[in-house]
């Protein structure tokens, strides 16, 4: 019985975007906040090490744990002046990993709350996503 009720806990929590942390994923991509880098590991071999931007003071980059939820090769913000955001990959409601094109301000918090790379990385990430899968993808976001 008690099996059974932790694999519907597990369960419920893939359902709203939750991962445990022991939950296991072949791709990882974990922002750190604090060091605005993000690193990119594929079965526990680190692929790429990048830096992005995330909010800006006024703004939040939500902490935790969730499995893409769309991807959009080139998606435009509806809430922000339809900004793109190429090589989206949502996350939490609204929340993205994108690219962008302000590349001197990466390295440093400057986005909406969004995580933002290089253009060419994002099209990196997507493209691992993609080919892994997001149900083998795991999206952290620490500190």
């Not at 993000?38 to 980059?61: E, F, I, K, P, Q």
């Not at 998606?75 to 409601?93: L, V």
């Not at 301000?105 to 790379?117: D, E, I, M, N, W």
């Amino acid at each position: 019985m008690k099996h059974f009720l932790c694999s519907l806990a597990v369960a419920g929590l893939l359902l709203v975007g939750a991962v445990p942390e022991g939950f296991a994923s072949s791709l990882v991509a974990r922002v750190s906040v604090s060091k605005q880098t993000m690193t990119v590991t594929h079965r526990g071999r680190v692929l790429h090490r990048w830096r992005v931007s995330t909010a800006r003071r006024g703004y939040v980059t939500p902490r935790g744990q969730w499995r893409p939820k769309r991807m959009h090769r080139m998606w435009h913000s509806r809430k922000y002046d339809m900004s793109p955001m190429p090589y989206s990959i949502f996350y939490h409601g609204g929340y993205a990993i994108h690219g962008t094109n302000a590349v001197s301000k990466l390295g440093r918090p400057a986005s909406h709350g969004c995580v933002r790379l290089d253009t060419a990385n994002a099209a990196r990430l997507y493209a691992l996503v993609k080919k892994i899968g997001p149900r083998n993808t795991r999206i952290v976001v620490t500190d």
